[in-house]
């Protein structure tokens, strides 16, 4: 960072040295994060009651394989400009996490929804995730046949905006289960 903040410092006494004009655009810092949807690519075949918690999941809830490669894709939507999105994994029953983050956005505006996906690798979560980065893109949801629910993970989501801001953190609405499962 100080190495930046120098260069940023050198190259302003050169270009002042110059005669021209150094013009600084501002942020505008990110606020107002809002988790609106996520979409496993993987979804409960029929309803599952979890018993550990006594939750029922009904069909086409989305579920993390534990043992095949996930895509899961969240929508978002904030105040301001972005320039990157954090995702926390966390192991409802553990604590555990594990958290990944985008390629820089440069400052991205949210003028509408804005989905971004990630990858959970093989017999990772709810500790960790493959070490891909985010992607604009859209998933094919893909039903599984049969599952054996392991435990259950929550997907927490902070932005930040290029002057260092960090948005507020949001949070799947319920855990998402974690199952073996089969296609």
Same mark, same amino acid.
């Given at each position: 960072m100080i190495k930046i903040v120098l260069a940023a410092v050198g190259l302003t006494g050169l270009l002042a040295s110059c005669g021209g004009t150094l013009?600084?655009?501002?942020?505008?810092?990110?606020?107002?994060?809002?988790?609106?949807?996520y979409q496993s690519q993987y979804t409960l075949p029929t309803a599952y009651t979890d018993t550990?918690?006594?939750?029922?999941?009904?069909?086409?809830?989305?579920?993390?394989?534990?043992?095949? !490669?996930?895509? =899961? &894709? *969240? /929508?978002?939507?904030?105040?301001?400009?972005?320039?990157? #999105?954090?995702?926390?994994?966390?192991?409802r029953d553990t604590g555990s996490t594990r958290t990944v983050y985008s390629s820089d956005f440069g400052d991205l505006y949210s003028a509408r929804p804005t989905s971004v996906e990630f990858v959970?690798?093989?017999? !990772?979560?709810? =500790? &960790? *995730? /493959?070490?891909?980065?985010?992607?604009?893109?859209?998933? #094919?949801?893909?039903?599984?046949?049969?599952?054996?629910?392991?435990?259950?993970?929550?997907?927490?989501?902070?932005?930040?905006?290029s002057d260092?801001?960090?948005s507020n953190v949001v949070q799947s609405v319920q855990a998402l289960p974690v199952a073996d499962c089969t296609l």
């Amino acid at each position: 960072m100080i190495k930046i903040v120098l260069a940023a410092v050198g190259l302003t006494g050169l270009l002042a040295s110059c005669g021209g004009t150094l013009i600084v655009q501002p942020s505008d810092p990110v606020r107002n994060l809002q988790l609106n949807a996520y979409q496993s690519q993987y979804t409960l075949p029929t309803a599952y009651t979890d018993t550990a918690t006594g939750t029922t999941y009904p069909k086409g809830t989305s579920i993390i394989c534990d043992n095949l !490669t996930t895509r =899961l &894709s *969240v /929508e978002l939507t904030w105040d301001g400009t972005i320039s990157m #999105v954090g995702a926390r994994l966390v192991g409802r029953d553990t604590g555990s996490t594990r958290t990944v983050y985008s390629s820089d956005f440069g400052d991205l505006y949210s003028a509408r929804p804005t989905s971004v996906e990630f990858v959970v690798g093989p017999n !990772t979560a709810p =500790l &960790s *995730v /493959e070490s891909k980065r985010l992607s604009s893109q859209d998933i #094919v949801v893909t039903p599984v046949n049969t599952f054996t629910v392991k435990g259950a993970t929550f997907v927490d989501l902070q932005a930040q905006s290029s002057d260092g801001t960090k948005s507020n953190v949001v949070q799947s609405v319920q855990a998402l289960p974690v199952a073996d499962c089969t296609l």
